[in-house]
């Protein structure tokens, strides 16, 4: 009997890692982002993703029109160029009700993300999955807290993202298990 639910709990185990959660997101660039940087933003983020087992659903949107609510397992995204009310030095942010902990709107100052690449000469591109990445973090995982370590660290310096330690650009185990908890 307990052979048999270790064996049962093994093929549950192997079919969470091997089936991606998909979760809808939509993207809103108001700031003409080249498609190029936008498309290598998807799949690095779309990468980093999976790599805990969400396969995010691209859907780029016009900010013109009706823009409906999020559905479950929907976000969206929106990139745009930095004001002068912008939190300074910040990437982006994510809108999070932290008592719900949920949310489902992010903003990426691509602005920043070209500067930030520039100085430390790594692809534009890359680094807006990244920050994607850590955005969509912040929504699916509910809170606006930032660890020591890894992508959700709230600081990115020029010589991490030179020396591309790949422990440095990942969600934890604990925060990527949280993840397909809420998503699941």
Not at 32 to 45: C, D, F, N, S
Request: hydrophobic share 50%.
């Amino acid at each position: 009997m307990a052979t048999a639910i270790l064996a049962c709990m093994s093929l549950i185990l192997t079919a969470l890692l091997v089936v991606k959660l998909p979760l809808v997101v939509r993207t809103y660039d108001s700031a003409g982002v080249p498609e190029r940087v936008l498309a290598h933003g998807r799949q690095a983020a779309g990468s980093t993703l999976a790599a805990v087992g969400i396969e995010p659903i691209w859907r780029p949107c016009h900010a013109q029109g009706r823009i409906s609510k999020p559905k479950p397992h929907e976000i969206e995204i929106r990139i745009v160029k930095a004001t002068a009310q912008s939190e300074r030095g910040s990437l982006g942010f994510a809108v999070v009700d932290v008592a719900e902990r949920a949310g489902t709107l992010a903003t990426i100052y691509i602005d920043r993300v070209v500067a930030l690449a520039g100085q430390a000469g790594v692809d534009s591109g890359e680094l807006l999955g990244l920050a994607i990445a850590h955005e969509i973090g912040h929504l699916i995982l509910g809170t606006i807290d930032h660890p020591l370590h890894g992508l959700m660290r709230a600081t990115w310096r020029t010589d991490e993202l030179r020396r591309a330690m790949p422990l440095d650009w990942i969600f934890s185990e604990a925060q990527g298990a949280e993840m397909r908890l809420r998503l699941a």
